[in-house]
């Protein structure tokens, strides 16, 4: 089948395009869980933008750490959040949240949920956990885990590495450039659909008027 259809196309001239689809911009969230500007981006930007172009446009992932430090000690590796200890316990529920949720969706609904309400964390994270199709001890006991605390170092090891280094929370990578920062977090979804267009010569559906 496949010969004379090649023929049949070579005798009618050039095939129109077939470029393969291009792949999802890849947004990476540099954040604290404890954060009122990493709130508002996810919770103002990313999350309606998410929304509005969905997986074909936008690859989200989080990267829950921000400027955390790690120190060795006698008993192994000791982390300082910005926003002190609340934070850390937060940054490893992010941490399991974002291992163990299976689709993207779930995962940033998941991280947007834990966002919305940071000051009542305990009291709202059962319900986000639960809503991403988790089991709430299950994600707790991780979070107060070695399992977790690998994944924070990872995390950290992935924030420090970081060019230029991070010096404001939330920071923001599109396919691996800090360029145009201040437009992602002022106007995300602006700034996506300007970009997918500029990529693919197509609007997004979702970028028409809000
Ligand atoms: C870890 O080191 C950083 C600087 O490298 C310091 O600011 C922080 O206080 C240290 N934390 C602990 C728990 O010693
Ligand atoms: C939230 O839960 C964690 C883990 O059980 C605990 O370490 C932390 O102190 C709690 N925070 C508040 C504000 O109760």
């Not at 500007?37 to 999350?47: C, I, N, P």
């Not at 691996?176 to 997918?196: I, K, P």
């Not at 693919?200 to 559906?205: D, K, S, Y």
Request: glycine letters at 6%; a negative charge.
């Amino acid at each position: 089948m496949l010969l004379p259809l090649a023929i049949l196309l070579a005798t009618v001239g050039p095939a129109p395009a077939q470029t393969p689809p291009a792949p999802p911009l890849d947004v990476v969230v540099y954040y604290e869980a404890l954060c009122p500007d990493s709130r508002h981006f996810v919770v103002e930007q990313l999350a309606p933008a998410w929304r509005r172009v969905g997986a074909a446009v936008l690859a989200p992932s989080f990267v829950p750490w921000g400027k955390a430090t790690a120190n060795a000690t006698d008993a192994g590796p000791s982390v300082t959040c910005q926003h002190g200890p609340e934070e850390c316990w937060g940054n490893r529920l992010h941490a399991c949240v974002i291992y163990d949720t299976r689709t993207t969706d779930a995962r940033l609904e998941a991280v947007t949920c834990l966002m919305a309400d940071y000051e009542t964390l305990n009291a709202t994270a059962p319900g986000c956990v639960r809503a991403a199709g988790l089991d709430w001890e299950t994600v707790s006991r991780c979070a107060v885990s070695d399992v977790s605390l690998e994944k924070e170092l990872e995390f950290g090891r992935r924030t420090q590495a970081l060019q230029p280094p991070l010096t404001s929370v939330p920071t923001i990578t599109l396919d691996g450039s800090q360029d145009g920062q201040a437009a992602m977090l002022a106007d995300l979804l602006f700034y996506v659909c300007e970009t997918w267009a500029r990529k693919t010569g197509h609007t997004p559906e979702g970028c028409g008027p809000r």
